[in-house]
């Protein structure tokens, strides 16, 4: 019964900022990590970043270090990404996706390690 929702995409300017937010409920283990991925027309789908929600820890893709942050708001139960600086090769649907389990989890920015996805939330980046 895991839910992930994804809310903040839009249309943005080149340079400019957008916070996605992924609304996550229904985990059953205490070890989760949850991740941004996107996928642009024509291309595979990419590991964006990853958060772990117990301490924190980090995983960004080398396209988006020093201009994405990932982070973590526990008592709301929601993670968010910063983006700035944004480029027009940043255009994608953006995903929220999540893995549990008894163990700790690992970050990751691989699709395939993840288990639970939302929807996913456009964001085009034009001027």
């Known amino acids: 019964q895991v839910q992930l929702v994804e809310s903040g995409g839009g249309l943005v300017q080149p340079g400019g900022s957008l916070r996605l937010s992924c609304a996550y409920s229904?985990?059953?283990?205490?070890?989760?990590?949850i991740g941004w991925f996107r996928q642009a027309p024509g291309k595979e789908r990419e590991g964006v970043s990853c958060i772990r929600s117990s301490d924190g820890r980090t995983a960004y893709a080398d396209s988006v270090k020093g201009r994405f942050t990932i982070s973590r708001d526990n008592a709301k139960n929601t993670v968010y990404l910063q983006m700035n600086s944004l480029k027009p090769e940043d255009t994608a649907v953006y995903y929220c996706a999540a893995v549990e389990a008894i163990v700790k989890v690992q970050v990751t920015t691989k699709p395939d390690d993840m288990e639970y996805w939302g929807k996913g939330t456009l964001v085009t980046v034009s001027s």
């Open positions: 229904g985990f059953t283990f205490e070890h989760v990590a």
